[in-house]
Structure formats: C-alpha cells, structure tokens
C-alpha cells in the first residue's frame, strides 16, 4: 500500500469529485418562490463543503508528502493504511449471495450458506462450518421467527 | 416526583424486565471483554431483539448492555494488555504494570468499584443536569433548535481527535446521506436517482449495523489470542470492594473530577466514553499528585479513565433526552429505536412521560450497583472469552447484522444499505476517518434543515431572527466559538511544540 500522505491525496481528490458531482445535482433542485430557500439551499451547501473539505485534505497530504520527501525517515518507516481486500470482498460476495438467495430460498437457506460459506473462507475445517451454520440459522429463525415474531424471509416451503 | 418514582418503580419491578437486565450485562460483558467487539457494536446487535420489547425494558437493556461493556473492557486490557473496547486503551498501561507488580486483584478491583461508582456519578449527573436543561429547552423555538443542529454538528468535529478536515468529510457524509429521498419543504425527490427504495431515505438502523458491526466482521484480523498464560487470579467480593474503597478514599477529589469530566464529555455530541477516558486521563495526570507515574503504573491514572468512560454514558443521554441530539454512537442507535418504540426525546417527556424518564434514572442506579457483583464475576471469566474463535465468531456476528437490518423494514433493500455503510465506514476507518460524525450528520442534518426551513417561512425569508432573539444569540456564539476551538487548540500545540 501507499503511505498515508500520499492515500491523503487521492482521499482529498475523491472528496472534491464527489463535491463536484453533488453541486450542480443541487443547483438543479428547485427553491422556494422568490426564495432563496427551499430543497437546493443544503444539499449545494454540503456540495460546497465537500471540496473544501476535500482541498485541505489534499494540501495536508501534499504538505506531509513533500515532508516525507525532504528525507525525514525513509520510505519504508511511513505508516500505511491497511486495506483487508480479501475480507472485504468475502463479505461483500457473501452478503450479496445472501440478497438473492434468501428471497427466494428462505432465511434458512440464506443464512445457512452465509454462515457456511463464511466459516469456509475463514479456514475453519468443513464438518465445523455445516454444524455452525446448520445450528445457528436453524437457532436464530426459532428466536426470531418462532419467539420474537419478527418476520424473516421465507422460501416457498415456509421456512 | 414522588408519584413519577413510584410509578418507575412500578415499571422496573417486573420479571422479565429484570431478567431483561441480567441478560443484557452478560451479553455486554462478552462485548467488553472480548477485543474487536464493541459496546456500539453490541448496541447494533441488539437491535432486532428491541422489536419484541416495550419502552422500559429497551432501555433497560441498552443501560445494562453499555455499562457493563464499557467496565468488561478493562479486563483484558489488565490482564493481558489488550483493550476490549477503545475506551478502555488510555489507562491500560498502568493498569497492566500493576498485574505485572503482582497487584492483579488491586487494579481489577478498581476497575470494578471505580467503574461502578463513576457510572452512579453519571447518572447522578444526568438527574441533575438532564430536568434543568429541559425545562430551559422547553422555551426553545425553531430558529434555536436550528442553532442547537449546529452546534452538536460543530462540536461534533471540535472535540474529536485527529484531522478536523478529515472529521468534516465524516460529517458532510452524514449530511450528505441525510438529504436522500423526499425533501420536507416542496416534497422533491432529492438523490434518488429514480430508485422507490430511496424515496424515504436511508435507513438509519441498517446504516448504523453497516458502519458498526460490519465493519469490524472485516477489519477483525483472525488472528486469534495466543493463550500468553494468563494469571489465575482468585479474591473475594468483600475483599475486592474493601480493597477499592481503601485505593479510593485518598482520591476522593480525583474521583469527582474525572466523574464530572465523564459526563461533561459524554454530554457533547459525538463524544463519548472512549474520549472521555483520554481527556479525564489527560486532566488527571496534570492534577494528580503523583504526575510522573502515569503511564508507568499509577492507581491514579486508573482511576481517572475507568471512573470518567462510565459516567460518560450517563452523559450522552443527557443531550438525547433533552434534545434528541445523541451523545455517541450508542445513544445515536437507541434513539433510532426509540422512534420506532414511540418515544419522541425531546423537553416534553420529562412531563409527558415522567415515569418513563424516573425508569431511566432508576435503572442508571440498578445497573451500576449491580455492576459490582456482576463486574466480580467477570473478572474470573473475562479471560476465557479471550479464547473464543473469532475466525467463528465473526461469521455468526455477521447473520446477527443481516437479521437486525432487514427485519426493521422487512426489506432486503435495506441489507443492502447495510453492506455499503459497513464497506464505506471499513475504508473510512483504514484512512484515518472517523466514523461517529457519520451518524451525528444523518441524525442533525435533517433537525437542522427543517428548523431552517421552518424559521425562514416564518419570517419571509430574514434571516435577522436567528441573531436578534437572546437565546438564538447565545446559541450562535457557542458555535462560533466551536469553530474557533480547532485553530486555538492548533495553535497553543504549536507553541507547546516550539516551547520543547
């Protein structure tokens, strides 16, 4: 990973983009008659501030960039953000499997190949990650569904 | 009052409601005392189980829950020198230099009785303060709660450590997220980009149990705990209790300032018990007697964090019961359950719903008194739940999040909006952004906005309201004086830096 000046920057730049991208949205949304107020007047603001917000960002990290150059420490020294990619991902993948099994399939179904594939993933033995997910899902939709009556996705064969 | 006492009373002394509050301090013991899992965390947890529960035992549960996390998290960070949960990181050098002097039992026993008795000041503090103010607030029209939206967002970056650049971005997300769906002044969609699900805007719960819980199912390394042999340490309750009181006597003075610290921490928005630790250590260690002890071992330093971050809990329900302005992370969630359990915070329920306010303070009291034997317990089992799995752990905590996001709204929608607040607040985290301004933007943004608009169809568009009226005034000048706070404080670091 890039040290942390430097992810500063693109932080800072991202920040002005988004600014960039929410100001003219909000200008383009109605005010009030003969008003200034009305639904544009906040959201142009946050616009607005999202790029300043976004310059200091990036001067700061510029700034502690050029620091960084002027031979303070050497490259290797410098704090780095952490991206987990991997995790990131797993959980992005294993929730998103989740969205389109359970409506169709049932909580249980859903939730037993979340936990399962999770488990999995995470390098616990396979006879470990069935039982787990098979006894959680099966635990959580009793508490829930059963005792606390708060409604959970069904499959077509009511569970 | 006398009838608003008896009629809390009446609300607390039930079965279920106790066991409600036994079960909920077990459950915020593993959230302390395991490190990863938080007492905000175990707030977005519990948020499915509140559907089946009424007004007095969610909130029974969430002081229960809070407390004992916030006290759990010592445990470890005792013992083995990892914190359970942040707020527990100021003092957890000299606590663990004391078990390593062999004064295990000495600094777990402060731990507990410090903890429980800063959590009784707190709620002390919240009785006094939380009434006072309410009946102030209760003259308060659109153009001061507009100022006071400010304020909490102003004080919101001002307090918090780190970039306040970076603390703003936070925030303006928050902000940003809280204009989506339909606008309150001509009822435009706003943001929606034509999607029906966005029309009523993001959903606070799913986006809480996204930046809260998900977030920590991926940042949590798998790494699990290599059993560095803990040490066994046995002692008796009597004898925990005695040990405590006879440590704190001597500092009684340094108790009460770290009490009061707490809750006046916990009170600003955005702040609570993690910060509140750092900034009573900070006060204590530049009052204390024994000064060049911190850090290496001081009782003292103990003292100051441990007693500060649970009366800070006490101290954040004081804005969010007054104002509706949460004081953290955690009463940011309970007040996004209250709403749905129909309890509008605000000056009015201090009359309107007395009772329900006395339950409040009651159980503040019960909670921390029973923290004690409870918190004695934990210090024998603490460890084990250092040993628990995580890399099974996390998976299941994962589902726990799912169930608390859809079932709110029965929408996978919402699952959704959850994965993305948990993604979005994991990078945030990683880059150094801090996450709680978040959720103060999504709650203030739409109190301000609304105020705003309110005063200025009122007075046809003057804004000379907002400065004229003396409250509104006094109202403005504490933010501007928020916003001078960051170069200030700047500025006096420089001079300190120049003057070493």
Known sequence: MIPVSRADVVLGLLAILAGAAILPMSLALPSLPQSYA????????????????????????????????????????????????RRMIEVLIAVAVFIIVAPRLGFVVGGFVLVAGMLLIRGNRWTTSVAVALILTIIVRWIFVSLLKVPLPVGPWGW | MWENLVGAVALLAQPQVI???????????????????????????????????????????????????????????????????????????????????GKAARALGLNVVGSALGGLFGALGLMLAAPALARFASRFTSFEYFWLAVLGLSATVA???????????????????????????????????????????????????????VSEVIRVTMEEFQGKEAPQIRFGLVEMIRNALDGLRARVRLFIQSGLTGVL??????????????VSYGFGKNTAKEPEKFGKGSE???????????????????????????????????????????????????????NLVYAIYLAFILANLLLIPLGWVATRTGLLMLRVPKRILMPCILLFCIVGAYAINNSMFDVGVMLVMGILGYMLQQLQVPTAPIVLGLILGPLMEQNFMMSVIKTQGSLAMFFTRPISAVLALLCLAAWLYPLYRKRRQARAAAAA
């Open chain 2, 159 to 213: 307090v918090s450590q780190g970039s306040v650049a970076k603390n703003g971005l936070s925030l303006l997300i928050g902000l940003f997220l809280a204009t989506i769906g339909i606008d309150i002044t001509l009822g435009i969609p706003r943001f929606t980009f034509g999607n029906v699900n966005l029309l009523s805007g993001i959903s606070f719960i799913p986006a809480m149990v996204g930046l809260f819980g």
């Open chain 2, 19 to 101: 066991l409600i509050a036994l079960i909920s301090a077990v459950f915020g013991m593993f959230m302390g005392a395991v490190p990863g899992l938080t007492a905000t965390m175990g707030m977005a947890l519990l948020v499915p189980f509140t559907f089946f529960m009424d007004q007095v035992s969610v909130l029974v549960a969430v002081i229960s829950m809070s407390g004992m996390a916030i006290f759990a998290g010592d445990i470890p960070g005792t013992l083995v020198r990892i914190p359970g949960t942040p707020s527990s990181a100021a003092y957890v050098d000299d606590a663990f230099i004391l078990t390593q002097q």
């Open chain 2, 265 to 278: 921490v916990g009170a600003l928005p955005g702040a609570g018990a993690d910060i509140a630790a750092w």
């Open chain 2, 300 to 354: 003292e330093a103990i003292i100051s964090g441990t007693s500060a971050n649970n009366a800070a809990l006490a101290g954040t329900w004081i804005p969010a019961l007054v104002f509706g302005i949460p004081g953290d992370s955690i009463t940011a969630i309970l007040l996004g359950v209250l709403m749905m359990k129909g309890i509008r915070p605000g000056p009015g329920i201090f009359e309107n719903q007395g």
């Open chain 1, 38 to 85: 009305g639904p544009s007047l906040f959201p142009s603001l946050i616009g607005c501030l999202f790029i300043l917000a976004g310059v200091v960002i990036t001067i700061n990290g510029l700034r502690a960039w050029r620091a960084e150059k002027a031979g303070q420490g050497d490259e290797a020294s410098q704090p780095r953000p952490q991206f987990a990619w």
